[in-house]
Each structure stands twice: as structure tokens, then as C-alpha cells.
């Protein structure tokens, strides 16, 4: 089945005017799709929550007209794997680099010096990739964190997974383990970093054979 209604969901300390979003954007539009990217960094990117994503992104979703398809970046490939298991709308996912340890032991985001140090100062400055430049992040962001946990979430949707074998923010080995023994999920490894754009025209080929919008 087509999906039409197509959400891209942003990385951490990004946004919806990223290179790749917009790479994707022009290639749906050549299908006459419009590609949703929710920013997430409003109203405030200090009072940023999982919680709150997922919230906005479900306020969305059920606006949508029908089944929708997921396309997740890192922190957004996390999002969505969790919005998979909450909303009956989500039909597909794509996950890109997905930090499926985000929130978890071994998250290689922040270290634990640094989460006690923000414990105790209430807000850490993070580097903000849209802005390219330092933003106060609160605390209550690394307490929602983890209280999820992508390895639990029930998500039975067929779900492409391109992740890098180079890739330093997540280990390709614990999306291997996501992966694994979950028949519903096809992992692509490639060559490259975290961020993918060596690897766009591939993932571009693949979204279009996922998601069936090749005559």
C-alpha cells in the first residue's frame, strides 16, 4: 500500500532546513509529496523532551489523512521507533542512523561526568547545528530521556534501518542488535559516517522501493 503522508522527523540539536531534510524533501516532491517536518525545537529548545516530541508529533500524525511513513534521523530514528508502538497511524519507517541507545548506559551524547555536572547546574550548553552555535538545554531533558527505552517498544511495521559503519555518535553495533531477530526490520550497513550524505542517493533508491512510489 502507498503511503502519501510522509514525516521527517529531525536529529538532536537540529532541525527541519538540515541538508538532508532537504534533499528528501525535493526528491518526494518529485512524486508530488509533500515531506512534513516537524520542528521540534518549538516553542523552546531549553525545555526539550522526548515527551514533548512525541506529543507534537502526535498532535500531527492525526491530522494526517491516513496512514502515515516515518522517516527518522538519530534522535528522530528513536522518536519514531516509540511513535510506532503509541500511534495505530504509522504504517512504515525508515530509520537513519537511529540512536536506539539514546537515554541508555553507554549513549555516547554525554558522558557521565557531564550528566552529573548538568544534574547539579540544571542546564548544560549544547551545540545547536541549525543555529551553529551554543543553546541552553534544562536538565529535565536527560530525566525524560530515560524513561524510554527503543529496545521495548512494540513495533511490528515494516522498518528500513541505514546506518554507517563509521558512524562515532551511534554504534552500528547496537542497531545491529535492534535489528536483530525482529523480522519486520531490514538493516542496510554502509560506509560512512553519522551524518549520511555519502550515502543519500542510496538511501533515496531504497525509500523509493520501500515505500512504493516507483511506477
Known sequence: MKTRDVFYLHGFASSPASAKAAY??????????????????????????????????????????GPVALI??????????????????????ALLAPAVMFGRPGHRLFTPDQVDEWRRRGVRPVFHYADRG??????????????????????????????????????????????????????????????LMASLPRIWNELETFLELKD
Open 24 to 65: 528528501l524533501a525535493e526528491r518526494f516532491g518529485q512524486h508530488r509529496i509533500t515531506l512534513r517536518s516537524p520542528d521540534f525545537n518549538q516553542p523552546d529548545f531549553a525545555t526539550l523532551t522526548i515527551t514533548r516530541m512525541l506529543d507534537q508529533l502526535g498532535r500531527e500524525i492525526e491530522a494526517a489523512s
Open 72 to 93: 527518522g534521523s538519530s534522535l528522530g530514528g528513536t522518536l519514531a521507533i516509540l511513535a510506532a508502538d503509541r500511534f495505530a497511524r504509522v504504517g512504515r519507517l
Open 134 to 195: 551554543e543553546r541552553p538545554l534544562n536538565f529535565g531533558f536527560y530525566e525524560d530521556s530515560v524513561r524510554y527505552n527503543a529496545f521495548d517498544a512494540v513495533c511490528a511495521q515494516p522498518t528500513l534501518i541505514v546506518q554507517g559503519v563509521r558512524d562515532t555518535s551511534v554504534d552500528h553495533r547496537t542497531v545491529e542488535a535492534f535489528a536483530r531477530g525482529r523480522r519486520n526490520v531490514s538493516l542496510s550497513l554502509v560506509d560512512d559516517d553519522h551524518q
